[in-house]
């Protein structure tokens, strides 16, 4: 198997993005090595860590590509920028910037990675799932397609994969959750036009990839009404989606099993089915 780490290159003077402290965002691959004659080209999961937009969690990252490696995928994590501290701070749109130029970056080295590039999703999982979703609602908006010199649509993913996403900004007494927002947007979180753009279920439009949700309903931190509201807007929109609410567990379960507990939690055997079913979905689409 091909493992490495690559820099994703994105010139944030020239965009004009706020982004401070020394971390580089990478893309870090994992490629099986053809086996079989002539090379088949695989579907492709490219998995964003969730973490609140302060830091990227490792439970939602090499074990989940572990699992779609299983199921004949290539896997990809995008380890991208977060506010972190007061020396690292980094706010919207850089972020998704980064995945942009990640999905790109797969999508060009397709023949030498067996990508399909007709099979490339992006797996996210709750501010992880934000940055997905916010990829899947706004690649083809100019400020992202035009700054990064995208006319082919050479970085929008063909699904999404969405584990208990943070979709809805905090407006209205929705149930969202703040902290994400706060990092993602720093004194800008009250401004309602970038609350709104954020609000990804009102970003929803016949462009958007199809997408395969889950969620729990018991999840407090992200509230099951995220995802509900993203599959109905969806709806409206006449585009596919697959829906699973699992009726318990806490939130970031992540695989759901030993692999990812913590301390012995987070397991829940209702949930552990979610890679297997969210593998047969996109493997649905011929």
């Known amino acids: 198997m091909l493992h490495q780490k690559l820099n994703i290159e994105v010139?944030?003077?020239?965009?004009?993005?706020?982004?401070?402290?020394?971390?580089?965002?990478?893309?870090?691959?994992?490629?099986?090595?053809n086996?079989?004659?002539?090379?088949v080209n695989?579907?492709?999961?490219?998995?964003?860590?969730?973490?609140?937009?302060?830091?990227?969690?490792?439970?939602?990252?090499?074990?989940?590509?572990?699992?779609?490696?299983?199921?004949?995928?290539?896997?990809?994590?995008?380890?991208?920028?977060?506010?972190s501290s007061a020396e690292n701070i980094v706010h919207f749109p850089t972020s998704l910037f980064e995945l942009a130029t990640a999905v790109s970056m797969v999508r060009a080295n397709a023949e030498e990675w067996l990508v399909d590039k007709d099979k490339i999703y992006v797996c996210g999982f709750s501010a992880g799932g934000h940055l997905a979703a916010s990829l899947g609602t706004l690649w083809n908006r100019d400020f992202l397609k035009d700054a990064l010199g995208f006319h082919n649509e050479e970085h929008k993913p063909n699904g999404l994969v969405l584990s208990y996403p943070v979709i809805l900004a905090p407006t209205n007494g929705k149930p969202a959750h703040y902290g994400s927002f706060a990092n993602l947007l720093g004194d800008k979180v009250t401004d309602n036009?970038?609350?709104?753009?954020?609000?990804?279920?009102?970003?929803?439009?016949?462009?958007?990839?199809?997408?395969?949700?889950?969620?729990?309903?018991?999840?407090?931190?992200?509230?099951?009404?995220?995802?509900?509201?993203?599959?109905?807007?969806?709806?409206?929109?006449?585009?596919?989606c697959e829906m699973?609410?699992?009726p318990y567990g806490p939130h970031g379960t992540a695989r759901a099993d030993d692999t990812t507990s913590v301390d012995g939690n987070l397991i829940v055997p209702e949930c552990q089915e979610w890679i297997t079913l969210a593998s047969r979905w996109i493997k649905s689409f011929n």
């Open 11 to 33: 010139d944030y003077q020239k965009l004009g993005l706020e982004k401070t402290g020394d971390h580089q965002p990478t893309l870090e691959c994992y490629v099986p090595y």
């Open 35 to 39: 086996t079989r004659t002539p090379a």
């Open 42 to 83: 695989r579907p492709t999961v490219i998995i964003c860590p969730g973490g609140g937009y302060a830091h990227t969690s490792d439970r939602e990252a090499e074990p989940i590509a572990l699992g779609f490696l299983n199921q004949g995928f290539n896997c990809f994590v995008v380890w991208y920028s977060t506010t």
């Open 193 to 240: 036009e970038m609350l709104e753009l954020l609000s990804l279920e009102k970003q929803v439009s016949s462009d958007t990839p199809p997408a395969f949700l889950w969620h729990t309903f018991t999840d407090q931190l992200v509230p099951v009404r995220n995802s509900i509201d993203f599959a109905a807007a969806m709806a409206d929109a006449g585009v596919s």
């Open 244 to 246: 699973h609410i699992y």
